[in-house]
């Protein structure tokens, strides 16, 4: 409330007069918060079907004279800069004088932007030639436009007691004054918007964009895409003042509390008490491994961070065949020690069960730590990046030898088996003389964990690259910036797993409620659509369609009573490009293969589908039958019962009670926007409360702003050994390895 004095007489400036205070200060009877004591005000409330000019402000006319009473200094500086900004000139705080003892403002002096001291640049001219980048300066005018407040002791008000209106220069015209300095001030509705808008992967840019259209146009706005940026730096620099390390642990052991104990988290430090690894494991990451942990994509080529930690989600896939999340890690260096301690760690949080398969990129020392740590693990090598190198270290051979590049990806990739690969191999060491090949002889001694023909043996949920864990990484870029620190890339894992979380429950109910097509009507086939998921079944498809086009015969003489041997080729192409597959069915129902689609995948081969349809079989045998692609394949473990953490409640977090009440008005607004006369009703009722609520709660909200809030407001933190952050990278160093 802003008074204004004029001799003795006393004169309040508010909506309605039935809303003002007698001269003593002492409130109206009308208290009461419902609807029908305060029905007055609502039936006063001028319809019409004409918009009005709703502005929420009694002062947008009021010009500054002396003898204006203000509570604070905050509403001094607020009312003089919206003066200002629709004058036409930026005012910036000239000196305060303060209380000797309680160092307390007790004045202050605002003038014009232009009215400072006269500066001369003492730079020569060929300094500034020199110079790559130069900031523009203001041209002082020695302006006499003031105003001075001082602090009244006996009614604690602040007081206007002088006034100056005159300027010496021209005004900003209104079409400009979005780009003064001053007057770009940006409020907490919408520091918290734009805060909500980055955590959502929306950049800076696209923010304004989205504030324009909001507000009917970027003019409206009243800040730049400059003062965005500006605003979620100084909210990582809130973070990172009060210690980005200890921000991220509070933060777990938020999570931890809010999930029951069952949230999972463990640290490294390094002898100066620096974060030097950390892994993290939500409870739902924990169950989705009981469920799906038999292969694991383990990639740490990711980097983009403040301290350029290389980055490792522990991905894995679901029976959807979706990208899931088995935990995260971030490690300070990639030595061998670090990734022992990551793996060591992983293990505790997931009952020390270890994956059969487990694949990385081709890094020595992750390899000897998974030698270590993971003895029974299958490990094999992302046969994409291995394939990454071949243009590099055999770019000669391909120049020189057009056919080679043919021969050796029929070699690497199509070869059915051991003994073929290296029957293929010694024939192109021989006809390119590689005996002397130092690449190749060292890829070839590490044959049996990257060439196809070795790790189909073992199951890998049909999976030959780290492509889930990069796919992740590229989830991230959405969220991630080289600015980014702990605690943010600690949100953004929990935002991944919400992703991840609702994917699946889309594709169950898709699954579940919605009927396949079929493309034959085969029982076999109607068969898999009852017991597959829905992309599980769509791969068994294209086998199914593939194996029309394969015939089957009986091989005679090596057949009797303990097996039959058949030979399945395909019988659409030219004789020369025939591959038979020997398929070899046992009496117990067992069917071996050199294609080994089975024990790679978990799903059967067009050869079986073949021998299945000649049988006329009208089901899928089930020990060729995997649970974790079926319907029910999320229920090894059984259901998880988690419930959503909640960041901050209602009583505790201005941020929690923010966010619901927008949700509240959502619906609000929607009904109130389909005629004039309900926008005009409840745009009157909004600035009618708005004054209520700020008259009778005035201190709530002195001093508190939005974006001022952390996850951990007014919580009893535990109590942590103070520790450091990690140590940063420059600007110029982040990167991102591939």
Same mark, same amino acid.
């Given at each position: 409330m802003?008074m204004l004095?004029?001799?003795?007489?006393?004169?309040?400036f508010?909506?309605d007069?039935?809303?003002?205070h007698?001269?003593?200060?002492k409130?109206?009877?009308?208290?009461?918060?419902?609807r029908?004591?305060?029905?007055n005000?609502y039936?006063?409330?001028?319809?019409?079907?004409?918009?009005?000019?709703?502005?929420?402000s009694n002062?947008?006319?009021?010009?500054?004279?002396?003898g204006?009473l203000?509570?604070?200094?905050?509403?001094?500086?607020r009312?003089?800069?919206?003066?200002?900004?629709?004058?036409?000139?930026?005012?910036?705080?000239?000196?305060?004088?303060?209380?000797s003892r309680s160092?307390e403002?007790?004045?202050r002096?605002?003038?014009?932007r232009l009215?400072?001291r006269?500066?001369?640049?003492s730079?020569?001219?060929?300094?500034e030639?020199?110079?790559k980048?130069?900031?523009?300066?203001i041209?002082?005018t020695k302006c006499?436009?003031?105003i001075?407040?001082?602090?009244?002791v006996?009614t604690?008000?602040?007081?206007?007691t002088?006034?100056?209106l005159?300027?010496?220069h021209?005004?900003?015209?209104?079409?400009?004054?979005?780009?003064?300095?001053?007057s770009?001030n940006i409020?907490?509705?919408a520091?918290s918007?734009?805060?909500?808008?980055?955590?959502s992967?929306?950049?800076?840019?696209?923010?304004?964009?989205?504030?324009?259209?909001a507000?009917?146009?970027?003019?409206?706005?009243?800040f730049?895409?400059?003062?965005?940026r500006n605003?979620?730096r100084?909210?990582?620099?809130q973070?990172f003042d009060g210690?980005d390390?200890?921000s991220g642990?509070?933060?777990?052991?938020e999570?931890k509390?809010?999930?029951?104990g069952?949230f999972?988290y463990?640290f490294?430090?390094?002898?100066?008490?620096?974060v030097?690894?950390l892994v993290?494991?939500?409870?739902?990451?924990?169950?989705?491994?009981?469920?799906?942990g038999?292969v694991?994509t383990?990639d740490?080529?990711?980097r983009?961070?403040?301290?350029?930690?290389p980055?490792?989600p522990?991905t894995g896939?679901?029976h959807?065949?979706?990208?899931?999340?088995?935990?995260?890690?971030?490690?300070?260096?990639? @030595?061998?020690? =670090?990734?022992e301690?990551?793996?060591?760690t #992983?293990?505790?949080? /997931?009952d020390?069960k270890?994956p &059969? *398969?487990?694949?990385?990129?081709?890094?020595?020392?992750?390899?000897?730590?998974?030698?270590?740590?993971l003895?029974?693990?299958k490990h094999t090598?992302?046969?994409w990046?291995?394939?990454q190198?071949?243009?590099?270290?055999?770019s000669?051979?391909y120049t020189?030898?057009?056919?080679f590049?043919?021969?050796?990806?029929?070699?690497v990739? @199509?070869s059915? =088996?051991?003994?073929?690969?290296?029957?293929r #191999?010694d024939?192109? /060491?021989e006809?390119?003389?590689? &005996? *002397?090949?130092?690449?190749?002889?060292?890829?070839?001694n590490i044959r049996?964990i990257w060439i196809?023909?070795?790790?189909?043996?073992?199951?890998a949920?049909g999976?030959?690259t780290?492509?889930?864990?990069e796919?992740m990484?590229?989830?991230f870029?959405?969220?991630?910036?080289?600015?980014?620190g702990?605690k943010?890339f600690?949100?953004?894992?929990?935002?991944?797993?919400?992703?991840?979380?609702?994917?699946e429950?889309?594709?169950d109910?898709?699954t579940q409620?919605?009927?396949?097509?079929?493309?034959l009507?085969s029982?076999?086939e109607a068969h898999a659509?009852q017991?597959y998921?829905k992309e599980?079944?769509?791969?068994?498809?294209?086998?199914?369609?593939?194996s029309?086009?394969?015939?089957?015969?009986k091989i005679?003489?090596?057949?009797?009573?303990l097996?039959?041997?058949?030979l399945v080729e395909?019988?659409?192409?030219p004789?020369?490009?025939?591959r038979?597959?020997?398929?070899t069915v046992s009496?117990?129902?067992?069917?071996?293969?050199e294609?080994k689609?089975?024990?790679?995948?978990?799903?059967?081969c067009k050869?079986?589908?073949?021998?299945?349809?000649?049988?006329?079989?009208?089901?899928?045998p089930?020990?060729?039958?995997?649970?974790?692609?079926?319907?029910?394949?999320?229920e090894?473990?059984?259901?998880?019962?988690?419930?959503?953490?909640?960041i901050?409640?209602l009583?505790?977090?201005q941020?929690?009670?923010?966010?619901?009440?927008?949700?509240?008005?959502?619906?609000?607004?929607?009904?109130?926007?389909c005629s004039v006369?309900?926008?005009n009703?409840?745009?009157g009722?909004?600035e009618?409360?708005?004054?209520?609520?700020?008259?009778y709660?005035?201190?709530?909200?002195?001093?508190?702003?939005?974006?001022?809030?952390?996850?951990?407001e007014?919580?009893?933190?535990p109590?942590?050994e103070?520790?450091f952050?990690?140590p940063?990278v420059?600007?110029?160093n982040?990167?991102?390895d591939g």
């Amino acid at each position: 409330m802003i008074m204004l004095i004029k001799g003795k007489k006393k004169v309040i400036f508010v909506d309605d007069e039935d809303d003002c205070h007698d001269n003593s200060g002492k409130k109206d009877d009308n208290t009461s918060f419902g609807r029908s004591e305060r029905k007055n005000d609502y039936d006063n409330v001028d319809v019409g079907e004409k918009i009005h000019d709703f502005t929420f402000s009694n002062m947008n006319d009021v010009v500054p004279c002396s003898g204006m009473l203000f509570d604070n200094l905050d509403e001094v500086e607020r009312f003089y800069r919206d003066y200002g900004r629709r004058v036409g000139f930026e005012v910036i705080i000239r000196n305060t004088h303060r209380h000797s003892r309680s160092n307390e403002a007790c004045s202050r002096m605002y003038i014009c932007r232009l009215g400072g001291r006269v500066c001369s640049s003492s730079a020569n001219v060929d300094e500034e030639l020199n110079l790559k980048r130069t900031r523009d300066t203001i041209d002082r005018t020695k302006c006499k436009a003031r105003i001075s407040v001082v602090h009244r002791v006996k009614t604690d008000k602040w007081e206007i007691t002088t006034v100056e209106l005159e300027h010496n220069h021209p005004m900003v015209t209104p079409d400009k004054v979005q780009f003064m300095q001053r007057s770009r001030n940006i409020g907490p509705v919408a520091r918290s918007l734009i805060e909500t808008l980055n955590k959502s992967g929306i950049g800076p840019s696209k923010v304004l964009k989205v504030m324009g259209e909001a507000l009917g146009g970027l003019e409206n706005v009243g800040f730049t895409n400059q003062d965005i940026r500006n605003v979620l730096r100084n909210i990582r620099r809130q973070v990172f003042d009060g210690g980005d390390a200890m921000s991220g642990l509070a933060l777990l052991e938020e999570l931890k509390g809010n999930n029951f104990g069952k949230f999972f988290y463990r640290f490294d430090m390094d002898g100066e008490n620096r974060v030097k690894a950390l892994v993290w494991v939500d409870p739902r990451s924990a169950n989705a491994y009981k469920n799906f942990g038999d292969v694991v994509t383990f990639d740490s080529t990711y980097r983009t961070n403040r301290y350029c930690m290389p980055f490792i989600p522990i991905t894995g896939v679901n029976h959807h065949y979706q990208n899931i999340l088995f935990g995260f890690a971030l490690i300070r260096d990639e @030595k061998e020690t =670090s990734y022992e301690w990551v793996l060591k760690t #992983w293990l505790e949080a /997931v009952d020390n069960k270890p994956p &059969i *398969t487990i694949i990385t990129d081709q890094d020595i020392a992750l390899g000897n730590a998974i030698a270590k740590i993971l003895p029974t693990t299958k490990h094999t090598y992302c046969s994409w990046h291995i394939g990454q190198k071949f243009t590099e270290k055999l770019s000669s051979l391909y120049t020189h030898y057009p056919e080679f590049k043919t021969e050796f990806n029929a070699c690497v990739y @199509k070869s059915l =088996s051991p003994e073929e690969f290296q029957e293929r #191999w010694d024939d192109l /060491v021989e006809k390119y003389h590689l &005996i *002397t090949h130092d690449w190749l002889n060292d890829m070839y001694n590490i044959r049996e964990i990257w060439i196809r023909a070795y790790t189909k043996e073992s199951f890998a949920a049909g999976m030959t690259t780290t492509g889930r864990s990069e796919s992740m990484n590229s989830f991230f870029d959405q969220y991630v910036q080289p600015s980014t620190g702990l605690k943010e890339f600690i949100e953004n894992s929990q935002k991944a797993l919400e992703y991840q979380y609702l994917h699946e429950v889309e594709a169950d109910y898709n699954t579940q409620y919605k009927k396949r097509r079929l493309i034959l009507n085969s029982p076999l086939e109607a068969h898999a659509s009852q017991i597959y998921t829905k992309e599980m079944f769509r791969r068994f498809q294209i086998e199914f369609v593939k194996s029309a086009s394969y015939v089957m015969k009986k091989i005679p003489h090596v057949s009797n009573y303990l097996w039959k041997v058949y030979l399945v080729e395909k019988f659409t192409v030219p004789e020369h490009c025939i591959r038979r597959v020997c398929l070899t069915v046992s009496g117990d129902g067992t069917y071996r293969r050199e294609c080994k689609k089975y024990e790679h995948s978990g799903m059967i081969c067009k050869h079986i589908i073949c021998y299945l349809t000649k049988k006329q079989a009208t089901k899928i045998p089930s020990n060729y039958i995997t649970l974790r692609w079926t319907m029910n394949g999320n229920e090894v473990a059984g259901p998880l019962l988690y419930t959503p953490p909640v960041i901050g409640d209602l009583v505790k977090s201005q941020e929690a009670r923010y966010n619901a009440l927008c949700k509240s008005f959502q619906g609000l607004s929607a009904s109130a926007s389909c005629s004039v006369p309900r926008f005009n009703y409840v745009m009157g009722m909004i600035e009618k409360e708005t004054n209520y609520v700020n008259e009778y709660f005035p201190e709530e909200m002195r001093n508190k702003n939005v974006n001022d809030l952390s996850y951990h407001e007014n919580v009893d933190d535990p109590v942590f050994e103070p520790f450091f952050d990690p140590p940063m990278v420059p600007a110029m160093n982040h990167c991102r390895d591939g």
